[in-house]
Nanobody
Framework: QLQLVESGGGLVQPGGSLRLSCAAS????????IGWFRQAPGKEREGVSF????????YYADSVKGRFSISRDNAKNTVYLQMNRLKPEDTAVYYC?????????????????WGQGTRVTVSS
């Protein structure tokens, strides 16, 4: 069964850090580009960070640039999103997704498999 499972979400104070993980099973992440998306209550899903299938090219939304970092460990079949200096506006459900297209893919419709999401709440 093909599956993506996110973990690492939770409640954190403003300025804190979290590391989200996205573990794949039933397929190999080596052949996919990966994206992290988030959806806040009442808002549309937005792309946060992306990493290409080859060359590990990355892209970040302006709202998280300099604070978030995406990485992949193909040996562990896992992708990570390190989130530092978190702000209340980062509160959302975070999803990882994979696409067979190479390059930095920012369009949600091009993603084939999605995880179930992990909730991040930034609040004092």
């Amino acid at each position: 069964q093909l599956q993506l499972v996110e973990s690492g979400g939770g409640l954190v104070q403003p300025g804190g850090s979290l590391r989200l993980s996205c573990a794949a099973s039933g397929f190999t992440l080596d052949y996919y580009a990966i994206g992290w998306f988030r959806q806040a209550p009442g808002k549309e899903r937005e792309g946060v960070s992306f990493i290409s299938r080859t060359h590990d090219s990355t892209y970040y939304a302006d709202s998280v640039k300099g604070r978030f970092s995406i990485s992949r460990d193909n040996a562990k079949n896992t992708v990570y999103l390190q989130m530092n200096r978190l702000k209340p506006e980062d509160t959302a459900v975070y999803y990882c997704a994979v696409t067979p297209f190479d390059g930095v893919v920012v369009t949600p419709a091009m993603y084939r498999y999605w995880g179930q999401g992990t909730r991040v709440t930034v609040s004092s």
